[in-house]
């Protein structure tokens, strides 16, 4: 299966709110309550964000948040602070036990 | 809050073996499935291979299937992956991650050149 379709790069202004997309199929992203999102710095682990499309785990900040509608889910992060700035992946679950990551996007905080 | 930590990374020649371990603290091991992701330099995480709470069911990547095997000890909260037939292209860091890739571990490069 192909990685799900992200856009290469995303930018804001401190303060801004960015939205990166994830495109897959009915066969992952629309069929399943299963999308995560990931964000990571430089030589470091994944981070996750956002699981089950829209819930977040303890301790992100409410300032991201997630969407999804027919095939393409979301991730929105407002108020925009240079920490923020990192590469972000989407995963989800695509049957008989298979994950598809994102492509990934680069979130550039200007 | 719940640990992984990955250890058996190296450089190897094509056609070699290399066993990966993640060692897992601060958790009820056997509650969850366990994957192993990687990710190559400047590309996004591949899903590589997933075991279930006892072992029994496991998922491999067709890129890695008949090569990989994936396995867990609960009693030493441990998680292998044994790579066997390494390609140059397996290059990556590899991450263990706990069920639904809530908590990852820090990976482990593994080289595969000549």
């Known amino acids: 299966q192909s990685a799900l379709t992200q856009p290469p790069s995303a930018s804001g202004s401190p303060g801004q709110s960015v939205t990166i997309s994830c495109t897959g199929t009915s066969s992952d992203v629309g069929g399943y309550k299963l999308v995560s999102w990931y964000q990571q710095h430089p030589g470091k682990a994944p981070k996750l964000m956002i699981y089950e499309v829209s819930e977040r785990p303890s301790g992100v900040p409410d300032r991201f948040s997630g969407s999804r509608s027919g095939n393409t889910a979301s991730l929105t992060v407002s108020g925009l602070r240079a920490e923020d700035e990192a590469d972000y992946y989407c995963s989800s679950y695509a049957g008989s036990n298979n994950y598809i990551f994102g492509t990934g996007t680069q979130v550039t905080v200007l | 809050e719940m640990q992984l930590v990955e250890s058996g990374g190296g450089l190897v020649q094509p056609g070699g073996s290399l066993r990966l371990s993640c060692v897992a603290s601060e958790f009820i091991f056997t509650n969850y499935g366990l994957h192993w992701v990687r990710q190559a330099p400047g590309k996004g995480p591949e899903h590589v291979s997933a075991v279930s709470t006892n072992g029994d069911i496991t998922y491999y990547a067709s890129s890695v299937k008949g090569r990989f095997t994936i396995s867990r000890d609960n009693p030493k909260n441990t998680l292998y992956l044994q790579m066997g037939s390494l390609r140059p292209e397996d290059t990556a860091v590899y991450y263990c991650?706990?069920?639904?890739?809530?908590?990852w571990g820090q990976g482990t490069k593994v080289t595969v050149s000549s």
């Open positions: 991650a706990s069920d639904a890739f809530h908590t």
